[in-house]
């Protein structure tokens, strides 16, 4: 059952005592009488929803079947609409015809340029006099339908001026234009909007099935992640263990040489222990007969005395020097030795292999200028990083070198001992820049900011591993990097273009004439944020980043 149906449209509430007026329409019998109370002074009556009127007040009476189904209503426990949701919020569009709470406009007419509710509305449907009102959805300016020079409802299209106009406007200001129907228009444009929609919809199932692919592709990343970690975490432990068990082992075998090395050296011990009490017994004897006063007893003794035994050692104890084991301990550092060297050798492979997995296929390498102009970054040099014989212009875009210093405050960025200077920009992604240079030369280098500031030795672009340099004068070009030197071969320009793909390790530079020309590329390894700079050779000579875009 629907209760809107069996709502009262002035107090928007179900229907209490209903009563069904001539019109055929109901109120509550309290509502239609305070609504008539009102017109009494005036002596007209009419339907509030209809707007007929009656010469006289009729008569009430309660509509007893209404006021049954009110009842079955309530008790199935449904209720009418709440009273607000009929009323016009912030973001609706209210009625123009109520007075005092205004309810939520349903349409908008094009002929009377207001919005009704759906009480006001209903005298253009029941009534002949509205029968050529032109009803839209609603709209909360009705009045931008019609052409603000004619007072016209703008009911066509002028494809010239692409805006809509009225029918006076094609024999004005738009006469000639191509023009047509405002609705024909729509139904071109609504085509459009359709395959619009469906471009949308088919894009949205691709990239829903991009986003599922990198959804499996980060479970899959996460999974391989942990078995390598769990595979390392075994290898080491197995390591550990064998280093362990090798670690028993020499152990072991130290405690047993010791223990048979002890026993050899007690035994002898033993042995010599023995062998002094029984020399020291025939000293005793010996001793004894030599304090015999009597002549004869002594001869008569002395030839019973047993003979010295050969001893079974020699009078002197062999032991070899150094022959403990220290030797062990110097054969066990050897070892150490080499596994550090092992793992010194082999860790940077390990760590390589780990930051070489790559998953995201990068776009290819450009193979046009058009195609660079696509990563190309807007160049801006740091003033507290140019050295003070070095003049920016032009927006920091350009770099002087002078005979006089300039007047930089003290900065710990600043070069002290080099005609250098780096960018402001941070370089982590793809990005290209060209660089045009006059005079003498100029070295067009990337630095890591981490880059010594002092020492001309180890500040020059190129003469550490923190920096790449492409030095240019009038007839050749050299690469330079940590001190190594490469002369490169090709069309002397003065317009060097750089390429930089930080996450690919590229680094290419171009000569840029009428053709762009391929001079030097580096494939490297980059760990950090990488930094444009430009170091003029002489006075005079100067450097611009050109203004790509």
Not at 180 to 193: F, G, I, N
Not at 445 to 474: H, M, P
Request: with cysteine; proline share 4%.
């Amino acid at each position: 059952m629907d209760s809107a149906k069996l709502t009262c449209c002035i107090c928007l509430d179900l229907l209490k005592s209903p009563a069904t007026i001539p019109c055929g329409h109901s109120y509550c019998m309290n509502c239609i009488r305070s609504c008539w109370d009102r017109e009494d002074r005036k002596g007209v009556y009419s339907c509030p929803q209809c707007r007929k009127k009656f010469p006289t007040r009729p008569g009430l009476v309660k509509n007893i079947v209404l006021a049954e189904l009110v009842e079955d209503l309530k008790k199935i426990g449904l209720q009418a609409a709440p009273a607000g949701h009929f009323y016009a919020g912030p973001e609706d569009v209210a009625c123009d015809v109520c007075s005092g709470r205004k309810r939520k406009a349903v349409k908008s007419c094009l002929v009377c340029l207001a919005s009704f509710c759906e009480k006001h509305i209903q005298p253009h449907y029941e009534s002949s006099t509205f029968s050529k009102h032109k009803l839209v959805e609603v709209s909360a300016k009705p009045q931008q339908n019609f052409s603000s020079r004619h007072d016209e409802v703008m009911k066509i299209f002028c494809r010239t001026d692409q805006q809509c106009i009225c029918y006076l406007c094609t024999m004005d200001e738009h006469k000639g234009h191509e023009t047509v129907p405002a609705a024909a228009e729509r139904a071109e444009k609504q085509k459009k909007l359709q395959e619009s929609r469906q471009q949308i919809h088919q894009r949205i199932q691709d990239q829903e099935k991009d986003v599922k692919l990198l959804q499996q592709e980060v479970e899959a990343i996460n999974v391989s992640a942990d078995k390598a970690v769990e595979d390392s975490e075994n290898i080491f432990t197995g390591l550990i263990r064998l280093l362990q068990e090798r670690s028993s082992d020499v152990k072991q075998q130290i405690r047993s040489q010791q223990e048979t090395e002890v026993s050899r050296v007690k035994d002898v011990q033993e042995k010599l222990e023995q062998e002094i009490t029984e020399l020291k017994r025939k000293d005793a004897e010996l001793e004894q007969l030599s304090h015999t006063e009597d002549h004869t007893q002594f001869l008569l003794n002395y030839p019973s005395l047993p003979a010295l035994r050969e001893s079974t050692h020699s009078s002197s104890i062999n032991i070899r020097p150094l022959r403990h084991f220290e030797d062990v301990t110097a054969a066990v550092s050897e070892i150490t030795y080499l596994l550090e060297d092992v793992l010194r050798d082999s860790w940077p492979n390990i760590s390589l292999t780990i930051t070489e997995v790559d998953v995201l296929l990068s776009e290819p390498e450009p193979k046009t200028r058009d195609g660079f102009l696509k990563y190309s970054q807007e160049i801006t040099l740091d003033p507290n990083t140019a050295n003070r014989f070095l003049l920016l212009s032009e927006a920091n875009r350009k770099v002087t070198a002078m005979k006089e210093e300039q007047s930089y405050p003290d900065h710990p960025d600043r070069f002290t001992d080099s005609f250098q200077v780096l960018s402001k920009e941070s370089l982590t992604e793809r990005c290209y820049w060209e660089v045009e240079w006059r005079e003498g030369g100029v070295n067009v280098a990337v630095s890591y900011q981490n880059i010594s500031r002092g020492g001309s030795n180890e500040c020059l672009f190129g003469v550490n591993d923190k920096s790449w340099s492409f030095s240019c004068d009038t007839d050749s070009y050299t690469f330079l990097h940590n001190k190594v030197q490469t002369p490169v071969s090709g069309p002397v320009s003065s317009r060097i273009g750089v390429y930089l793909d930080h996450r690919a390790g590229i680094l290419s530079f171009y000569s840029i004439s009428e053709t762009m020309t391929l001079l030097h590329r580096v494939q490297t390894r980059f760990t950090q944020p990488l930094y444009a700079g430009v170091g003029p050779f002489f006075n005079g000579d100067s450097t611009e980043f050109v203004k790509l875009k």
